[in-house]
Protein backbone atom coordinates (compact mmCIF):
# COMPACT_ATOMS: atom_id res chain seq x y z
CA UNK A 1 0.00 0.00 0.00
CA UNK A 2 1.30 3.26 -0.82
CA UNK A 3 2.86 4.80 2.03
CA UNK A 4 1.76 8.60 1.28
CA UNK A 5 -1.41 10.47 2.40
CA UNK A 6 -4.45 10.58 0.54
CA UNK A 7 -5.83 14.24 -0.28
CA UNK A 8 -8.52 15.73 2.07
CA UNK A 9 -11.47 17.79 1.52
CA UNK A 10 -11.98 20.70 4.08
CA UNK A 11 -14.88 17.90 5.55
CA UNK A 12 -11.76 15.90 6.26
CA UNK A 13 -12.71 12.71 4.31
CA UNK A 14 -10.75 11.42 1.33
CA UNK A 15 -11.23 13.59 -2.05
CA UNK A 16 -13.45 11.50 -4.33
CA UNK A 17 -16.25 13.94 -5.76
CA UNK A 18 -18.08 12.71 -2.36
CA UNK A 19 -17.67 12.18 1.38
CA UNK A 20 -17.51 8.83 2.81
CA UNK A 21 -20.65 7.37 3.54
CA UNK A 22 -20.85 5.08 6.49
CA UNK A 23 -23.65 2.32 6.67
CA UNK A 24 -24.42 1.18 9.97
CA UNK A 25 -26.20 -2.11 9.87
CA UNK A 26 -26.50 -2.88 13.67
CA UNK A 27 -26.79 -0.86 16.87
CA UNK A 28 -24.55 1.86 17.28
CA UNK A 29 -23.99 4.44 20.04
CA UNK A 30 -25.44 8.25 19.21
CA UNK A 31 -21.92 9.67 20.27
CA UNK A 32 -19.97 7.80 17.99
CA UNK A 33 -22.42 8.47 15.11
CA UNK A 34 -21.79 12.28 15.64
CA UNK A 35 -18.04 11.92 15.97
CA UNK A 36 -18.46 10.53 12.50
CA UNK A 37 -20.13 13.26 11.13
CA UNK A 38 -17.52 15.60 12.83
CA UNK A 39 -14.84 13.86 11.17
CA UNK A 40 -17.00 14.73 7.35
CA UNK A 41 -18.55 11.16 6.78
CA UNK A 42 -22.33 10.83 5.68
CA UNK A 43 -23.87 8.18 8.58
CA UNK A 44 -26.57 6.00 7.59
CA UNK A 45 -27.73 4.31 10.97
CA UNK A 46 -30.17 1.44 9.88
CA UNK A 47 -29.39 -1.34 12.85
CA UNK A 48 -32.50 -3.28 11.60
CA UNK A 49 -30.97 -4.19 8.19
CA UNK A 50 -30.20 -8.11 7.27
CA UNK A 51 -30.53 -10.42 4.65
CA UNK A 52 -32.38 -8.53 1.28
CA UNK A 53 -32.93 -5.51 3.13
CA UNK A 54 -29.17 -4.88 3.83
CA UNK A 55 -28.73 -5.83 0.08
CA UNK A 56 -30.73 -3.47 -0.98
CA UNK A 57 -29.77 -0.54 1.27
CA UNK A 58 -25.83 -1.10 0.23
CA UNK A 59 -26.58 -0.61 -3.63
CA UNK A 60 -29.18 1.92 -2.92
CA UNK A 61 -26.81 4.06 -0.49
CA UNK A 62 -23.59 2.31 -2.10
CA UNK A 63 -21.40 3.00 1.38
CA UNK A 64 -17.92 3.10 1.27
CA UNK A 65 -17.77 1.20 4.41
CA UNK A 66 -20.25 -1.20 6.67
CA UNK A 67 -20.30 -1.45 10.18
CA UNK A 68 -22.18 -4.25 11.65
CA UNK A 69 -22.33 -6.76 14.75
CA UNK A 70 -24.36 -9.46 14.69
CA UNK A 71 -25.86 -9.16 10.92
CA UNK A 72 -24.02 -11.62 8.25
CA UNK A 73 -22.16 -10.20 5.82
CA UNK A 74 -22.35 -12.19 1.96
CA UNK A 75 -21.06 -11.84 -1.41
CA UNK A 76 -24.09 -10.75 -2.44
CA UNK A 77 -24.03 -7.79 -0.10
CA UNK A 78 -20.46 -6.90 -1.41
CA UNK A 79 -21.26 -6.88 -4.91
CA UNK A 80 -24.15 -4.44 -4.04
CA UNK A 81 -21.61 -1.91 -4.31
CA UNK A 82 -18.38 -1.44 -6.02
CA UNK A 83 -17.51 1.79 -3.86
CA UNK A 84 -17.46 -0.88 -0.72
CA UNK A 85 -14.05 -0.77 0.72
CA UNK A 86 -14.43 -1.91 4.54
CA UNK A 87 -16.74 -3.70 6.45
CA UNK A 88 -16.35 -3.09 10.23
CA UNK A 89 -17.13 -5.94 12.95
CA UNK A 90 -17.64 -4.00 15.62
CA UNK A 91 -16.83 -6.72 17.87
CA UNK A 92 -14.22 -9.36 18.49
CA UNK A 93 -15.12 -12.38 15.80
CA UNK A 94 -15.79 -12.33 12.43
CA UNK A 95 -17.36 -15.16 11.60
CA UNK A 96 -20.39 -13.99 10.38
CA UNK A 97 -18.35 -12.05 7.40
CA UNK A 98 -17.77 -14.12 4.62
CA UNK A 99 -14.09 -13.26 4.39
CA UNK A 100 -12.78 -15.53 1.45
CA UNK A 101 -15.48 -13.27 -0.59
CA UNK A 102 -14.25 -10.48 0.68
CA UNK A 103 -10.15 -11.08 0.00
CA UNK A 104 -11.41 -11.96 -3.49
CA UNK A 105 -13.17 -8.40 -4.22
CA UNK A 106 -10.42 -6.55 -2.24
CA UNK A 107 -12.29 -5.35 0.20
CA UNK A 108 -10.97 -5.07 4.02
CA UNK A 109 -12.56 -6.98 6.41
CA UNK A 110 -11.38 -5.12 10.55
CA UNK A 111 -12.46 -6.08 13.89
CA UNK A 112 -12.09 -4.80 17.41
CA UNK A 113 -9.84 -6.92 19.34
CA UNK A 114 -9.76 -6.76 23.30
CA UNK A 115 -12.16 -3.92 23.36
CA UNK A 116 -14.99 -6.46 25.08
CA UNK A 117 -12.22 -8.86 27.03
CA UNK A 118 -13.74 -8.04 30.08
CA UNK A 119 -17.38 -8.07 29.36
CA UNK A 120 -17.31 -11.30 28.02
CA UNK A 121 -14.77 -12.75 31.10
CA UNK A 122 -17.43 -11.41 33.53
CA UNK A 123 -20.50 -13.38 31.64
CA UNK A 124 -18.21 -16.11 31.81
CA UNK A 125 -17.57 -15.79 35.57
CA UNK A 126 -21.66 -15.42 35.69
CA UNK A 127 -22.29 -18.89 34.31
CA UNK A 128 -19.24 -20.49 36.01
CA UNK A 129 -20.93 -19.34 39.36
CA UNK A 130 -24.56 -20.05 38.28
CA UNK A 131 -23.22 -23.68 37.52
CA UNK A 132 -21.83 -23.96 40.54
CA UNK A 133 -24.39 -22.37 42.95
CA UNK A 134 -27.46 -23.32 40.47
CA UNK A 135 -28.54 -20.03 40.97
CA UNK A 136 -31.12 -19.78 37.87
CA UNK A 137 -32.77 -22.86 39.47
CA UNK A 138 -33.21 -21.00 42.74
CA UNK A 139 -34.51 -18.43 41.45
CA UNK A 140 -36.86 -20.11 39.53
CA UNK A 141 -38.29 -21.81 42.80
CA UNK A 142 -38.51 -19.06 44.79
CA UNK A 143 -40.53 -17.43 42.27
CA UNK A 144 -43.05 -20.89 41.82
CA UNK A 145 -43.54 -20.58 46.01
CA UNK A 146 -40.83 -23.96 46.52
CA UNK A 147 -38.16 -23.56 49.03
CA UNK A 148 -35.57 -26.06 49.11
CA UNK A 149 -32.37 -25.35 51.06
CA UNK A 150 -31.41 -28.51 51.74
CA UNK A 151 -31.22 -29.81 48.22
CA UNK A 152 -29.71 -26.52 47.56
CA UNK A 153 -26.85 -26.38 50.07
CA UNK A 154 -24.65 -28.65 48.23
CA UNK A 155 -22.70 -27.15 46.35
CA UNK A 156 -18.70 -27.85 45.49
CA UNK A 157 -17.29 -24.56 45.66
CA UNK A 158 -14.20 -22.89 43.66
CA UNK A 159 -11.80 -22.50 45.75
CA UNK A 160 -8.86 -24.35 45.45
CA UNK A 161 -10.15 -25.98 42.54
CA UNK A 162 -8.98 -26.55 38.96
CA UNK A 163 -10.26 -24.07 36.17
CA UNK A 164 -9.08 -25.03 32.30
CA UNK A 165 -8.89 -22.07 30.17
CA UNK A 166 -8.97 -23.05 26.37
CA UNK A 167 -7.64 -20.28 24.53
CA UNK A 168 -5.38 -17.53 26.15
CA UNK A 169 -6.27 -14.36 24.30
CA UNK A 170 -7.83 -11.20 25.75
CA UNK A 171 -10.20 -12.40 27.24
CA UNK A 172 -9.02 -15.71 28.51
CA UNK A 173 -6.59 -13.36 29.94
CA UNK A 174 -9.26 -11.93 31.56
CA UNK A 175 -10.89 -15.00 33.19
CA UNK A 176 -7.20 -16.01 34.55
CA UNK A 177 -6.93 -12.59 36.48
CA UNK A 178 -10.96 -13.31 38.11
CA UNK A 179 -9.87 -16.70 38.59
CA UNK A 180 -6.81 -16.30 40.71
CA UNK A 181 -9.32 -13.78 42.76
CA UNK A 182 -11.59 -16.83 43.66
CA UNK A 183 -8.45 -19.41 44.59
CA UNK A 184 -8.63 -21.14 41.50
CA UNK A 185 -5.64 -23.21 39.92
CA UNK A 186 -5.49 -22.57 36.58
CA UNK A 187 -4.26 -24.69 33.81
CA UNK A 188 -4.80 -23.60 30.23
CA UNK A 189 -3.87 -24.35 26.29
CA UNK A 190 -3.53 -22.03 23.62
CA UNK A 191 -1.79 -22.42 20.50
CA UNK A 192 0.47 -19.42 21.59
CA UNK A 193 0.97 -20.56 25.11
CA UNK A 194 4.66 -21.55 26.21
CA UNK A 195 5.78 -23.03 28.99
CA UNK A 196 7.73 -19.79 29.65
CA UNK A 197 4.69 -17.82 29.13
CA UNK A 198 2.27 -19.82 31.01
CA UNK A 199 5.18 -19.51 34.10
CA UNK A 200 4.86 -15.54 34.20
CA UNK A 201 1.29 -15.83 34.21
CA UNK A 202 1.58 -18.11 37.04
CA UNK A 203 -0.41 -20.76 35.14
CA UNK A 204 0.09 -24.37 34.37
CA UNK A 205 0.60 -24.93 30.68
CA UNK A 206 -1.19 -28.00 28.96
CA UNK A 207 0.74 -29.06 25.71
CA UNK A 208 -2.27 -30.31 23.99
CA UNK A 209 -5.93 -29.32 24.27
CA UNK A 210 -7.03 -32.84 25.20
CA UNK A 211 -5.07 -32.38 28.32
CA UNK A 212 -7.41 -29.66 30.09
CA UNK A 213 -10.01 -31.91 30.27
CA UNK A 214 -8.68 -34.44 33.58
CA UNK A 215 -7.42 -31.92 35.02
CA UNK A 216 -10.46 -29.47 35.34
CA UNK A 217 -13.23 -28.87 37.67
CA UNK A 218 -14.31 -26.16 35.24
CA UNK A 219 -12.97 -25.62 31.68
CA UNK A 220 -13.90 -21.78 30.43
CA UNK A 221 -14.08 -21.77 26.22
CA UNK A 222 -12.37 -18.73 24.75
CA UNK A 223 -11.08 -19.23 20.95
CA UNK A 224 -11.66 -18.25 17.67
CA UNK A 225 -14.29 -19.33 15.31
CA UNK A 226 -12.59 -20.76 12.58
CA UNK A 227 -12.52 -24.16 9.93
CA UNK A 228 -10.04 -25.72 12.31
CA UNK A 229 -11.98 -25.03 15.83
CA UNK A 230 -15.88 -26.50 14.44
CA UNK A 231 -16.40 -28.56 16.79
CA UNK A 232 -13.68 -28.37 18.52
CA UNK A 233 -14.47 -29.24 22.02
CA UNK A 234 -16.11 -32.90 21.10
CA UNK A 235 -16.89 -36.06 22.21
CA UNK A 236 -13.24 -37.48 23.08
CA UNK A 237 -12.36 -34.12 25.26
CA UNK A 238 -16.05 -33.80 26.80
CA UNK A 239 -15.24 -37.72 27.69
CA UNK A 240 -12.05 -36.83 29.41
CA UNK A 241 -13.57 -34.46 31.75
CA UNK A 242 -14.58 -35.14 35.34
CA UNK A 243 -17.64 -36.40 36.91
CA UNK A 244 -20.11 -33.05 37.56
CA UNK A 245 -17.71 -30.84 36.02
CA UNK A 246 -18.72 -27.31 34.77
CA UNK A 247 -18.13 -26.40 31.17
CA UNK A 248 -18.61 -22.84 29.72
CA UNK A 249 -18.56 -21.68 26.29
CA UNK A 250 -18.63 -17.47 25.73
CA UNK A 251 -16.89 -17.65 22.28
CA UNK A 252 -18.78 -19.07 19.70
CA UNK A 253 -21.29 -22.50 18.99
CA UNK A 254 -19.78 -23.81 16.46
CA UNK A 255 -16.98 -24.38 19.06
CA UNK A 256 -18.52 -26.90 21.10
CA UNK A 257 -20.36 -30.22 19.50
CA UNK A 258 -23.38 -29.73 21.06
CA UNK A 259 -24.54 -33.70 19.50
CA UNK A 260 -21.96 -34.70 21.98
CA UNK A 261 -22.34 -32.44 24.70
CA UNK A 262 -26.12 -33.52 25.60
CA UNK A 263 -24.61 -37.06 26.01
CA UNK A 264 -21.92 -35.99 28.17
CA UNK A 265 -24.93 -34.24 30.15
CA UNK A 266 -26.37 -37.33 30.86
CA UNK A 267 -23.47 -39.60 31.25
CA UNK A 268 -21.16 -37.33 32.95
CA UNK A 269 -23.46 -34.73 34.92
CA UNK A 270 -22.08 -32.12 33.80
CA UNK A 271 -23.23 -28.61 34.29
CA UNK A 272 -23.28 -26.37 31.60
CA UNK A 273 -23.06 -22.54 30.91
CA UNK A 274 -23.76 -21.10 27.27
CA UNK A 275 -23.84 -18.04 26.03
CA UNK A 276 -23.75 -19.26 22.38
CA UNK A 277 -24.87 -22.23 20.45
CA UNK A 278 -24.91 -24.04 17.28
CA UNK A 279 -27.99 -22.69 15.38
CA UNK A 280 -28.32 -18.92 16.77
CA UNK A 281 -30.78 -17.21 14.99
CA UNK A 282 -29.61 -14.20 13.21
CA UNK A 283 -29.85 -10.15 13.64
CA UNK A 284 -33.53 -9.45 14.46
CA UNK A 285 -35.46 -13.23 14.99
CA UNK A 286 -37.05 -13.30 18.12
CA UNK A 287 -37.78 -17.02 18.44
CA UNK A 288 -35.38 -20.00 18.96
CA UNK A 289 -35.09 -23.42 19.17
CA UNK A 290 -32.46 -25.57 20.51
CA UNK A 291 -32.38 -29.11 22.59
CA UNK A 292 -29.40 -28.26 24.19
CA UNK A 293 -30.84 -25.55 26.35
CA UNK A 294 -33.68 -27.94 27.43
CA UNK A 295 -31.26 -30.30 29.50
CA UNK A 296 -30.86 -30.22 33.25
CA UNK A 297 -28.06 -27.57 34.57
CA UNK A 298 -27.98 -25.88 31.06
CA UNK A 299 -27.73 -22.26 32.16
CA UNK A 300 -28.13 -19.99 28.48
CA UNK A 301 -27.72 -16.29 27.92
CA UNK A 302 -28.75 -14.92 24.72
CA UNK A 303 -25.34 -14.01 23.43
CA UNK A 304 -24.71 -10.87 25.08
CA UNK A 305 -20.97 -11.47 26.32
CA UNK A 306 -20.19 -8.50 25.12
CA UNK A 307 -23.27 -6.24 25.22
CA UNK A 308 -22.30 -4.13 28.79
CA UNK A 309 -22.27 -0.19 27.89
CA UNK A 310 -18.71 -0.15 28.92
CA UNK A 311 -17.90 -2.48 26.01
CA UNK A 312 -20.29 -1.07 23.56
CA UNK A 313 -18.33 2.33 23.83
CA UNK A 314 -14.85 1.05 23.81
CA UNK A 315 -16.00 -0.67 20.85
CA UNK A 316 -17.50 2.15 18.92
CA UNK A 317 -14.59 4.47 19.95
CA UNK A 318 -12.34 1.55 18.13
CA UNK A 319 -14.83 1.49 14.93
CA UNK A 320 -14.41 5.29 14.83
CA UNK A 321 -10.60 5.13 14.79
CA UNK A 322 -10.56 2.13 12.29
CA UNK A 323 -12.68 4.74 10.16
CA UNK A 324 -10.89 7.62 10.75
CA UNK A 325 -7.35 6.02 9.76
CA UNK A 326 -9.04 4.29 6.70
CA UNK A 327 -9.48 8.39 5.65
CA UNK A 328 -7.00 10.09 6.72
CA UNK A 329 -4.00 7.09 5.58
CA UNK A 330 -5.84 4.62 3.19
CA UNK A 331 -5.27 1.94 5.34
CA UNK A 332 -7.43 -0.48 7.50
CA UNK A 333 -6.79 -1.06 11.32
CA UNK A 334 -7.01 -4.46 12.58
CA UNK A 335 -7.67 -5.95 8.96
CA UNK A 336 -7.64 -9.43 9.39
CA UNK A 337 -7.51 -10.31 5.76
CA UNK A 338 -4.87 -8.65 4.68
CA UNK A 339 -1.54 -10.86 4.13
CA UNK A 340 0.89 -10.23 6.91
CA UNK A 341 4.39 -11.28 4.67
CA UNK A 342 4.18 -11.76 1.30
CA UNK A 343 5.31 -14.65 0.14
CA UNK A 344 6.85 -12.96 -3.11
CA UNK A 345 10.16 -14.52 -4.83
CA UNK A 346 11.29 -11.00 -5.74
CA UNK A 347 11.35 -7.38 -4.19
CA UNK A 348 12.35 -4.87 -6.25
CA UNK A 349 13.53 -1.25 -4.63
CA UNK A 350 13.41 2.12 -6.69
CA UNK A 351 14.99 4.63 -5.94
CA UNK A 352 13.69 7.98 -8.01
CA UNK A 353 12.86 11.60 -8.27
CA UNK A 354 9.24 12.24 -7.06
CA UNK A 355 8.06 13.35 -10.81
CA UNK A 356 4.90 12.62 -12.30
CA UNK A 357 5.56 9.68 -14.80
CA UNK A 358 8.45 7.79 -13.09
CA UNK A 359 6.38 5.37 -11.54
CA UNK A 360 4.00 4.94 -14.23
CA UNK A 361 7.34 4.46 -16.67
CA UNK A 362 7.75 1.12 -14.11
CA UNK A 363 4.37 -0.46 -13.98
CA UNK A 364 4.46 -0.11 -17.93
CA UNK A 365 7.48 -2.09 -18.27
CA UNK A 366 6.49 -4.68 -15.72
CA UNK A 367 3.06 -5.29 -17.74
CA UNK A 368 4.59 -5.37 -20.89
CA UNK A 369 6.86 -8.41 -19.20
CA UNK A 370 3.94 -9.80 -17.30
CA UNK A 371 5.13 -9.50 -14.14
CA UNK A 372 2.68 -8.82 -11.68
CA UNK A 373 2.90 -6.58 -8.68
CA UNK A 374 1.69 -8.73 -5.05
CA UNK A 375 2.12 -5.76 -3.20
CA UNK A 376 4.02 -1.82 -3.46
CA UNK A 377 4.57 0.94 -1.38
CA UNK A 378 6.34 4.20 -2.08
CA UNK A 379 7.85 6.29 0.60
CA UNK A 380 8.80 9.87 0.23
CA UNK A 381 11.70 11.53 1.64
CA UNK A 382 11.92 14.88 3.80
CA UNK A 383 12.06 17.87 0.80
CA UNK A 384 9.51 16.05 -1.23
CA UNK A 385 12.55 15.67 -3.98
CA UNK A 386 13.04 11.91 -3.92
CA UNK A 387 11.41 8.85 -2.72
CA UNK A 388 12.01 4.76 -2.73
CA UNK A 389 9.58 2.54 -4.30
CA UNK A 390 9.35 -1.49 -3.27
CA UNK A 391 7.70 -3.52 -4.76
CA UNK A 392 7.35 -7.51 -3.84
CA UNK A 393 6.79 -9.22 -7.00
CA UNK A 394 5.12 -12.45 -8.29
CA UNK A 395 7.75 -13.30 -10.45
CA UNK A 396 11.64 -12.46 -10.76
CA UNK A 397 12.04 -10.20 -13.77
CA UNK A 398 14.78 -10.55 -15.67
CA UNK A 399 18.00 -8.46 -17.01
CA UNK A 400 16.60 -7.06 -19.53
CA UNK A 401 13.47 -5.63 -17.60
CA UNK A 402 15.54 -4.76 -15.16
CA UNK A 403 17.26 -2.43 -17.56
CA UNK A 404 14.50 -0.95 -19.30
CA UNK A 405 13.24 -0.24 -15.82
CA UNK A 406 16.75 2.02 -15.70
CA UNK A 407 16.48 3.58 -18.57
CA UNK A 408 14.47 6.03 -17.52
CA UNK A 409 16.74 9.09 -16.50
CA UNK A 410 14.63 10.00 -13.13
CA UNK A 411 15.45 6.82 -11.76
CA UNK A 412 18.51 6.59 -9.44
CA UNK A 413 18.93 3.40 -8.95
CA UNK A 414 17.24 0.07 -9.10
CA UNK A 415 18.09 -3.28 -6.94
CA UNK A 416 16.60 -6.72 -7.09
CA UNK A 417 16.84 -8.70 -4.13
CA UNK A 418 15.51 -12.43 -4.71
CA UNK A 419 13.92 -14.08 -1.55
CA UNK A 420 13.42 -17.56 -2.37
Known amino acids: MLDQKLKKTESGCASSG ?4 VLLADAFRSESVVELEVLGCQTELQPSLSGDELVAAISKKKPDILVVRSTKVTAEMMDASERLSVIIRAGAGYDTIDVEAASA ?5 SNCPGKNSVAVA ?14 PDQVADLKSGQWDKKGYSKSSGLF ?10 QIGLEVVKRAKTFGMHVVAWSRSLTEEKAEQLGIEYCEKLQDIAPLSDV ?25 NAIIVNTSRGKVVDEGALAIAIKEKHLRVGLDVFENEPSSGDTTFSSSIVNEPHVYGTHHV ?42 LLSIRHKNLPGVLAHVLDELSISGVNIEE ?10 AACARMQLGTIPNSELINNIKSNENIFSVTLTTQI
Not at 125 to 135: A, F, H, T
Not at 220 to 242: C, G, Q, R, W
Request: aromatic share 4%; with cysteine.
Open 219 to 243: VSIHVSSTPETEKFINANFLDAMKE
Open 105 to 109: RGISV
Open 305 to 346: GASTDQAQESIASEVVKIITTFIKEGRAVNCVNQVVEASAPA
Open 18 to 21: SSTL
Open 122 to 135: ELAWGLILSCDRRI
Open 376 to 385: MENVLYEGSQ
Open 160 to 169: GRTIGIVGLG
